[in-house]
């Protein structure tokens, strides 16, 4: 059974910081890009930011560039997202996904985690 478990959201004030983690089980990432996807209330669910199997290859969507980075750690089978400089808007529920490939929607993707809550207060 493939799972995907995110960890790390919670409630900061704007300006701070957060870091995501995904934690892969089930079976061995490494040929996978990883993609985290948030949704905010009344809202669809967007990608954020991907990252290559490899991870020689991301993407990040214009409102966090400069501000969010991804990374993976194959060993732990695990993706990250550093998330500074944060702001009320980035609240959102935030949910890592899993492809064989690449792509930037979601109905691309196989696998989800559950999502974690991130708050920014202002």
């Known amino acids: 059974q493939v799972e995907l478990v995110e960890s790390g959201g919670g409630l900061v004030q704007a300006g701070g910081s957060l870091r995501l983690s995904c934690a892969a089980s089930?079976?061995?990432?490494?040929?996978?890009?990883m993609g985290w996807f948030r949704q905010s209330p009344g809202k669809e669910r967007d990608v954020v930011a991907v990252?290559?199997?490899?991870?020689?290859?991301?993407y990040y969507t214009d409102s966090i560039k400069g501000r969010f980075t991804i990374s993976r750690d194959g060993a732990k089978n695990t993706v990250y997202l550093r998330m500074n400089s944060l702001k009320p808007e980035d609240t959102a529920v935030y949910y890592c996904?899993?492809?064989?490939?690449?792509?930037?929607?979601?109905?691309?993707?196989?696998?989800w985690g559950q999502g974690t809550q991130v708050t920014v207060s202002s």
């Open positions: 996904a899993a492809l064989e490939g690449w792509s930037l929607y979601e109905y691309d993707y196989d696998y």
């Open positions: 089930g079976r061995t990432f490494s040929s996978y890009a």
């Open positions: 990252i290559s199997w490899s991870g020689g290859n991301t």
